[in-house]
């Protein structure tokens, strides 16, 4: 997942820890992301949910 180009970051592989900072700070409005923010804003996980896609997410082999 990724593009060279990076308009779209690498999620799998990913630090866990990583992707719940960036996913938490999305929504909060710390980390500026005009893409997708409408998806946070849209698909309100819990805290949980968030924690299980990051460790979902981090499993997956880096390309």
Known sequence: MGRPDRTCPRLAGQHDTVLIRQMTDVRAGRRSSPRML??????????????????????????
């Open 38 to 63: 409408p998806v946070a804003e849209r698909h309100v996980l819990t805290p949980q949910e968030i924690a299980e896609l990051a460790a979902y997410l981090s499993r997956l082999p880096s390309v």
